[in-house]
């Protein structure tokens, strides 16, 4: 047999036991289930054709629970065809567009851009899918931006048009949709409109990546592999859609026709009691959301899979979770470009709590001069700017630095650009972070360098203690001599009643004080 027939074969067979496994090979009505097929045939894997397949097998399951409604895949699939109806009706004069957008530069991709800034609810999910099917690129803002960034966004990504919800309204100018007779026809459009996600801009202004659309089921298949997520799970994406992750969490509940429960903000009680009364059987969360989880009593059921990514999980916050709540953890280490790199189940994380985990099948991660480069089905098309990220051998530079463990692990050592180079050492605050996490006081930690006039730079550390809990800055520099090295001491501790962290939970380092 030839070698490509033989990995062909196998790919084949890896795909139909994963979906055997995951309930996507269960028997259905057969007119549901052809037209389910048919669906995916002519609208394609994107976020259009996941919705009508799901509407075509699942009519009646509830869609989307937020806290003021409820919509079937039915009622969602109509919500979309109206609001796509009313974008294309709403597309601005030049006027309009001259007054909205000073430079009237017209997209990269030659489509209209929306800005969308709504929380996590119901007119979410309708807005950005309709935003795909009406050829309509869309731009994911963060909620948490102020005025002036959200205008200096608009501008960069050229957004003529803002669907918001009415909290964000005044701030952005947003207007109003215009009314569309009923019987108005949606105009296919030549292509479906890309979503944009914002990168987290941490340590500056965001960018725009371009989210590619699936051309088969090979990404969806790379996640059910290792995470045991089920068709028909009610799934409550807490982590907030306009990121990565929390969008990622909106496309697989539409590929497994899941209800998806959704709450407005974060809030760690509310979050629990929605898990028990929603009868929840997946969590979809970013890691800082975990240890506010831990701060609450301990439920007596729970879901069956929590997903968490968007930052690294800090010392033993993944064993102390698991203690908590049953080994049902699971962590993806990915970006905003990458989509996925790895993925750690709970036995990767009962082995070591700070493991990336391995990954999945038909994803390609080599560490090249310590950096991690990955391939997979869905990295990013580019930057909105027209930038992107140089390939190396066919693989995408993460912007981590990393290195295999013994047991086929990853390890990610901390991002390459926050190196420290202190007196011709190079210091991974990621080493520092995890041994200060340890610290049983300690509940968060974020090491950054600042200059030194001796040595260049230096490592600094913002801790947060435990409620009720102490540790002394002397304390922290001991243990990081005995269990790191002693150029890794910090010499500037920092004690803080918390860490300033934006949506995805990763620290904001502007934000914090300066020693």
Not at 20 to 30: D, F, I, K, S, T
Not at 83 to 91: E, G, M, T
Not at 199 to 217: E, F, I, N, V
């Amino acid at each position: 047999m030839p070698p490509d027939i033989g990995k062909e074969l196998a790919v084949l067979a890896h795909t139909a036991r994963t979906m055997g496994q995951r309930g996507l090979l269960n028997p259905g009505r057969p007119d549901r289930v052809v037209r389910q097929l048919w669906a995916l045939k002519t609208w394609g894997y994107g976020l259009g054709g996941e919705l009508r397949s799901a509407a075509s097998r699942s009519p009646d399951r509830p869609a989307v629970v937020d806290e003021h409604r409820t919509l079937t895949y039915n009622q969602l699939l109509d919500a979309v065809f109206n609001r796509a109806v009313q974008l294309q009706a709403s597309a601005p004069t030049s006027r309009d567009a001259d007054s909205a957008l000073p430079t009237a530069r017209p997209s990269p991709t030659g489509a209209r851009v929306i800005g969308l800034l709504r929380r996590n609810n119901a007119d979410f999910v309708i807005d950005v899918i309709a935003c795909a099917v009406a050829g309509l690129d869309v731009v994911l803002m963060n909620t948490q931006h102020a005025a002036a960034q959200l205008a200096s966004i608009r501008d960069a990504q050229r957004i003529d048009t803002w669907l918001c919800d009415d909290e964000f309204a005044t701030m952005v100018g947003a207007k109003p949709l215009p009314t569309v007779q009923p019987g108005a026809e949606l105009r296919p459009p030549s292509r479906e409109g890309r979503v944009v996600v914002l990168t987290s801009g941490t340590t500056g202004w965001p960018k725009g990546a371009r989210r590619p659309t699936s051309s088969g089921m090979a990404p969806l298949i790379s996640i059910l592999s290792r995470i045991p997520i089920q068709v028909c799970d009610r799934t409550l994406i807490a982590a907030p859609m306009f990121h990565t992750w929390g969008f990622a969490g909106l496309q697989l509940s539409l590929a497994m026709r899941a209800t998806m429960v959704l709450r407005s903000r974060f809030e760690a009680a509310d979050v629990r009691e929605t898990l028990h009364r929603e009868k929840c059987d997946v969590l979809f969360a970013v890691p800082v959301m975990l240890q506010r989880l831990l701060d609450e009593p301990a439920p007596t059921t729970g879901p069956r899979v929590v997903a968490v990514s968007g930052s690294a999980l800090p010392g033993t916050l993944a064993t102390d979770f698991m203690d908590a709540y049953g080994d049902i953890l699971y962590n993806l280490y990915g970006s905003t470009e990458a989509s996925w790199v790895s993925i750690a189940t709970p036995a990767d994380l009962r082995l070591d709590p700070t493991t990336a985990g391995r990954p999945p099948k038909g994803t390609d991660v080599r560490i090249i001069d310590g950096a991690i480069h990955v391939h997979n089905d869905m990295l990013f098309e580019g930057y909105t700017n027209g930038s992107g990220a140089r390939l190396v051998d066919g693989l995408l530079p993460t912007g981590d630095r990393g290195h295999w463990g013994e047991d086929g692990l990853l390890f990610v050592d901390g991002r390459a650009d926050d190196m420290i180079i202190s007196g011709g050492e190079n210091i991974y605050p990621a080493t520092i972070e995890r041994v200060i996490a340890g610290m049983p006081a300690v509940s968060d930690v974020a090491v950054f360098g600042v200059p030194d006039r001796e040595f260049g730079e230096r490592p600094a550390a913002w801790v947060v203690t435990r409620p009720g809990q102490t540790v002394t800055a002397d304390e922290i520099r001991e243990t990081v001599r005995t269990l790191a090295a002693r150029f890794c001491v910090p010499r500037d501790v920092h004690f803080l009643p918390e860490l300033p962290r934006n949506a995805a939970g990763k620290v904001v380092r502007r934000q914090l004080p300066e020693f």
